[in-house]
């Protein structure tokens, strides 16, 4: 391989200091210059970058620079290069997917968690990650009244607890593997090859995802279909046929997914019912809350997760709609040490006297990795910062502002909302206008297409019950009601250029 | 679950803003002080915390905070309450596992990442982020003179590439999903049951975890023996044997984790032979050169990594030895694409025009989770900031820091060191005089408790052969020569401590 990039020219340097202490604060200074400037102008950038596949490889150079540079330099290679090519998650007018938010408490608790850099794979790695850890999840497991079973305070000697994952696939992917060790255990060694998990069609995909990851068959992952009458919530009944047939069959029901917020549509699967069907056949419930879960801090959105308490597990990302920036998922368990039976480890060269006690938590025995980012930090400064509050007004502010995009969607009889909103996703189309559904699909492909064209701001869509339907997600950290009203004009008036004159019939 | 926590005070604010473009610079120069104040005090704080397991919990209150604080409230309490619970893994005194390093330019970076949050599951999520990606990984390849096979630049129609993952676990596991299906469709649909995968002893514990987690029998991960003789890597005879008999029984040799690196003592598994014998059987290879691979930016060092033209993939942490902060994974591998066919999704509400042009990557079909960091822009904040001259340098500075470690150790008649160092980590031990090994091991355990439990330095240990061994990782973003003769100082007095007058035989 020696002559291979021959070229790269051999330049040496002396008395190389990669962090200077000196002169850390004015290089963090920049940084700070740089983000307020980001944000001071973000509302007028493109949410959507106005960039071709490939772009990147035009503006810098194909080979890694010989020399260094000034930070000075790197920065504005940045404002040049990336900048333009960024699709702004924090811009106000992002209304795509679901947001992901980022108070600034958030933002400076991760800068000094990426400063202090600890490795917290053991509680003797770093005791206050792991404590502050705990710590936090109990504060939120509280603000969401989650049944004490699933606090580590409320009993030491209880084995309920959490964990901060990345994403929730990883808090899925987890538990999906504790409770296939569970049932290939308590049938006897039974081959994963039999074991069942099961979800809705509405389920997110990385659940079927992580079912292959953990070896789970694919003709094994039942995804129940579900209609606009229920909702597109998963029903009960529907969900015990399945798990019948399947036990009749020979086969092992072993992990259902629970969802309080689906993706497309923000549905809420009756976690009770959920729990006891699951029960007759000894299956694991997971519930994934990811964006949704967050508005149950507020007493009027709790009643999303009542079930809860009968289930094994619950997820939600703060990092969607609790300020806290990617990336931050908390899983708790009602019992954490079956993570551990199946991820856990002990090479001699972690093993430690606090370990060996059994007084503290290992957190690499409650996730895919071993080394893992200081999360907790961010996530204890938002609701250190804003206090539960804060919190609740920040959800309610958005659940408003979807509440009046509702309404003026509703006010134009060319649109139609199509499923009830919940939390703060409003899914609408234009009408099938006399049933014909191929020519809305046409209109609001039409539409989306319009609208995001432009890139001033950004909508994304899906199909429900097959219908093509627009989504408007409502609460990005600094979107206000203007820039809804917004959103909501330019819609319209592309919606004019769609439909031109035709006659609404 | 109305009653619970019903003492929790309502309290609600009006006006509430998460993050107000106007304070923000306030805001962000309290955490800059913070993050300079750290690291200005850090080489004199205790690397290892004084504390004791629950100590938070006395420290903060047990319910959330009914109303928000100040950032300077908030700052204070993590200066009173997580820093001393905190192991400084930032402090120039910090010798054990392998080292976290962070260069200024990535906490710059991190940073930003962190500011513009956004989540680049697929290329028009954020063009920037997944392309500055493909070119940074590219720069790195060049850098380590990886094979053209493992570029994404070199050749449009090539399927070679990389992804950056959070942690070597995750590299791991995904490539042995790939590794594993693909043996599962050669050999017509075969049970996940008779697929065996190989390392060593020596291979990280993660190996066997990743293993169990996609769901290989844990009887069919094969440990394979290592000794001394031939510094602790995996002889390729032995490994040929132990595929031959499980071939010749009916099982299915799929993956080889080979090490460039290993965690106990840095011994480096021979890639070529390796990648012959698996040849054999058809087993993906992967190579983990999490610690030590960063070292292969050097011409000295590159032939550690001959051989890997014949492997499948090849993980490097450059947050370990490149001065990037946690977490950064670079995973690069010949044929991409099959890491897509195991982990793609492709849900109707993530579908887009230029995921289906074919011309674009979508990189959460390239690893666990779907949403993901930026983290590709710290990563090339260090290449354009440091150029290789710097990296180079950083390297060097830290292998000739250990081999003076390594000069001490030896002069000093009443240690050895256990196996020839060959990065900037010396595993050494008080010797087995008159081969008394359960002595020595006693002494070695006294002396890392002494060493260790005034908290001035941090020192880790392994076993090896039997051997309990003290491990020394010079390479801390700090470290200099003078605080490694002072650990070294620290280690001889504590050895006056544990060996008094005992006569040296």
């Given at each position: 391989m020696g002559s291979l990039d021959a070229d790269l020219p051999v330049v040496t340097v002396d008395g190389f200091k990669p962090l200077d202490v000196d002169d850390l604060r004015k290089q963090l200074l920049l940084s700070v210059d740089f983000i307020v400037d980001y944000y001071k102008n973000v509302d007028a950038q493109p949410v959507l970058p106005q960039v071709q596949p490939g772009y990147l490889r035009h503006l810098m150079p194909a080979?890694?620079?010989?020399?260094?540079?000034?930070?000075?330099?790197?920065?504005?290679?940045?404002?040049l290069a990336v900048l333009p090519g960024m699709t702004n998650w924090a811009s106000p007018n992002f209304f795509a997917y679901f947001p992901a938010t980022l108070g600034s408490a958030a933002l400076v608790g991760d800068f000094i968690a990426s400063a202090l850099n600890p490795v917290a794979f053991t509680w003797l790695s770093c005791p206050a990650a792991t404590e502050l850890e705990e710590l936090v999840l109990d504060w939120l497991a509280q603000l969401l009244r989650l049944p004490p079973?699933?606090?580590?305070?409320?009993?030491?000697?209880?084995?309920?607890?959490?964990?901060?994952?990345?994403?929730?696939?990883?808090?899925?992917?987890?538990?999906?593997?504790?409770?296939?060790?569970?049932a290939v255990r308590r049938a006897g060694g039974v081959p994963i090859s039999r074991l069942v998990a099961y979800g809705s069609d509405q389920t997110h995909s990385t659940f079927a995802k992580a079912c292959r990851i953990a070896g789970y068959d694919q003709a094994n992952v039942r995804l129940i279909p579900t209609r606009l009458g229920s909702g597109y919530a998963l029903v009960a009944a529907?969900?015990?046929?399945?798990?019948?047939?399947?036990?009749?069959?020979?086969?092992?029901?072993?992990?259902?997914?629970?969802?309080?917020?689906?993706?497309?549509?923000?549905?809420?699967?009756?976690?009770?019912?959920?729990?006891?069907?699951?029960?007759?056949?000894?299956?694991?419930?997971?519930?994934?809350?990811?964006?949704?879960?967050?508005?149950?801090?507020?007493?009027?959105?709790?009643?999303?997760?009542?079930?809860?308490?009968?289930?094994?597990?619950?997820?939600?990302?703060?990092?969607?709609?609790?300020?806290?920036?990617?990336?931050?998922?908390?899983?708790?368990?009602?019992?954490?040490?079956?993570?551990?039976?199946?991820?856990?480890?002990?090479?001699?060269?972690?093993?430690?006297?606090?370990?060996e006690s059994g007084l503290v938590v290992d957190c690499k025995d409650l996730q895919v990795g071993v080394g893992?980012?200081?999360?907790?930090?961010?996530?204890?400064?938002?609701?250190?910062?804003?206090?539960?509050?804060?919190?609740?007004?920040?959800?309610?502010s958005d659940v408003e502002m979807a509440q009046a995009f509702e309404g003026m969607v509703r006010a134009d009889?060319?649109?139609?909302?199509?499923?009830?909103?919940?939390?703060?996703?409003?899914?609408?189309?234009?009408?099938?206008?006399?049933?014909?559904?191929?020519?809305?699909?046409?209109?609001?492909?039409?539409?989306?297409?319009?609208?995001?064209?432009?890139?001033?701001v950004y909508v994304t869509?899906?199909?429900?019950?097959?219908?093509?339907?627009?989504?408007?997600?409502?609460?990005?950290?600094?979107?206000?009601?203007?820039?809804?009203?917004?959103?909501?004009?330019?819609?319209?008036?592309?919606?004019?250029?769609?439909?031109?004159?035709?006659?609404?019939?």
């Amino acid at each position: 391989m020696g002559s291979l990039d021959a070229d790269l020219p051999v330049v040496t340097v002396d008395g190389f200091k990669p962090l200077d202490v000196d002169d850390l604060r004015k290089q963090l200074l920049l940084s700070v210059d740089f983000i307020v400037d980001y944000y001071k102008n973000v509302d007028a950038q493109p949410v959507l970058p106005q960039v071709q596949p490939g772009y990147l490889r035009h503006l810098m150079p194909a080979a890694p620079p010989p020399r260094g540079a000034t930070l000075e330099d790197a920065l504005r290679d940045i404002r040049l290069a990336v900048l333009p090519g960024m699709t702004n998650w924090a811009s106000p007018n992002f209304f795509a997917y679901f947001p992901a938010t980022l108070g600034s408490a958030a933002l400076v608790g991760d800068f000094i968690a990426s400063a202090l850099n600890p490795v917290a794979f053991t509680w003797l790695s770093c005791p206050a990650a792991t404590e502050l850890e705990e710590l936090v999840l109990d504060w939120l497991a509280q603000l969401l009244r989650l049944p004490p079973a699933f606090r580590s305070s409320s009993d030491s000697r209880g084995a309920g607890g959490g964990v901060i994952h990345a994403t929730t696939s990883e808090a899925i992917l987890c538990t999906l593997v504790a409770a296939r060790d569970g049932a290939v255990r308590r049938a006897g060694g039974v081959p994963i090859s039999r074991l069942v998990a099961y979800g809705s069609d509405q389920t997110h995909s990385t659940f079927a995802k992580a079912c292959r990851i953990a070896g789970y068959d694919q003709a094994n992952v039942r995804l129940i279909p579900t209609r606009l009458g229920s909702g597109y919530a998963l029903v009960a009944a529907r969900l015990r046929d399945a798990m019948a047939a399947d036990a009749a069959a020979g086969l092992v029901p072993a992990y259902v997914c629970a969802t309080v917020g689906t993706t497309s549509s923000t549905a809420v699967d009756p976690l009770g019912l959920i729990a006891d069907v699951a029960a007759e056949f000894g299956a694991w419930v997971h519930v994934d809350a990811a964006y949704a879960g967050s508005a149950c801090i507020c007493p009027e959105f709790r009643g999303f997760l009542d079930g809860v308490e009968r289930a094994d597990s619950l997820s939600i990302s703060p990092h969607k709609w609790l300020l806290t920036g990617l990336d931050c998922t908390c899983l708790w368990l009602r019992d954490r040490p079956r993570l551990a039976e199946s991820l856990g480890t002990n090479p001699e060269y972690l093993k430690n006297e606090p370990s060996e006690s059994g007084l503290v938590v290992d957190c690499k025995d409650l996730q895919v990795g071993v080394g893992r980012r200081f999360r907790a930090l961010k996530l204890w400064m938002v609701l250190r910062t804003y206090g539960v509050a804060g919190l609740q007004a920040h959800i309610r502010s958005d659940v408003e502002m979807a509440q009046a995009f509702e309404g003026m969607v509703r006010a134009d009889r060319r649109f139609e909302v199509v499923v009830p909103p919940r939390f703060a996703l409003v899914c609408f189309r234009i009408r099938a206008w006399g049933g014909r559904e191929a020519a809305a699909e046409a209109d609001n492909r039409s539409l989306l297409a319009l609208v995001n064209g432009g890139g001033r701001v950004y909508v994304t869509h899906t199909v429900l019950d097959g219908k093509y339907v627009l989504r408007f997600a409502v609460g990005s950290t600094l979107t206000e009601h203007r820039h809804v009203a917004s959103a909501w004009e330019l819609i319209r008036a592309k919606a004019d250029e769609v439909l031109g004159g035709r006659p609404l019939e």
